[in-house]
């Protein structure tokens, strides 16, 4: 199980390991406005996890950065099928994760019953590497576009993808201004839209959660609206008095 509503399940394939083989914490680098106050980030520098390395996500990446196969097969051995996002507390196509292990991945993942995630700030990777190979169903390719900026340069990578043959996603979370996503030319399968949560929160506007609902309905975009994030006193993530947690059909 996971808090992250629009997924059943995380995997974390990709992490540091101790000296003593037992798991070593996370690491990632921020690319973005949306990596300021990144919640992996935060969960691996606190002292309540005991996997955490206290590594920020700067700099280059630790040498016990380790691809933990045996740990994916176990975790995707079920009778049921189920929703897994991958890589919740790094980004799967940085460029210090070699081909090799995201190619066998997506491997275990043709294999699978389940229909995995992948989510990235990195899409120009993303092309590389899924741009090579025939769409998978039971993958989907998402972007994270928290502004407008995010949106111009990253929106037409995955756009590629997509025609290419693959199913394709947004995550607007952190949501940090108005978007236009041009969805009358740059298509995509679905839409998830969260305001930032965390001590050092920064708002969204409920203007733009509306405007993103209204550009998906005009599309018939299935929207997922996630949160408000914590600068809202709102419990339920009510927009408009109604919760939005439309989903594609996923084949599993």
């Known amino acids: 199980m996971t808090s992250i509503e629009w997924t059943h399940k995380t995997i974390n394939p990709i992490h540091l390991v101790k000296e003593d083989g037992s798991h070593g914490g996370h690491w990632c680098k921020k690319i973005s406005q949306g990596c300021a106050n990144c919640y992996a980030e935060e969960m691996n520098n606190s002292n309540y996890f005991k996997f955490a390395s206290h590594l920020s996500y700067t700099g280059n990446p630790p040498d016990n950065l380790i691809y933990d196969r045996q740990m994916l097969i176990k975790n995707t051995k079920t009778k049921t099928s189920s929703l897994i996002f991958l890589g919740s507390m790094t980004d799967l196509l940085g460029d210090w994760i070699p081909d090799e292990w995201i190619l066998d991945i997506i491997a275990i993942a043709k294999r699978s019953l389940h229909v995995f995630q992948f989510l990235t700030k990195r899409p120009e990777r993303m092309k590389e590497v899924f741009g090579k190979i025939d ?35 947004y995550s607007c979370e952190p949501l940090l201004s108005s978007i236009d996503l041009y969805l009358d030319r740059i298509k995509v399968d679905w839409v998830i839209v969260g305001g930032e949560s965390g001590k050092k929160c920064r708002k969204s506007e409920e203007e733009w959660f509306l405007d993103i609902r209204d550009q998906c309905k005009l599309y018939s975009i299935p929207f997922f609206f996630k949160q408000w994030g914590h600068f809202y006193p709102y419990k339920e993530p009510l927009l408009d008095g109604r919760i939005y947690h439309q989903h594609p059909c996923f084949k599993f």
Request: aromatic share 14%.
């Open 135 to 169: 769409p998978v169903p039971n993958i989907w390719l998402g972007t994270s576009i928290e502004d407008q900026n995010a949106f111009d340069s990253r929106a037409e990578i995955l756009f590629d993808l997509k025609v290419d043959g693959w199913k394709t996603f």
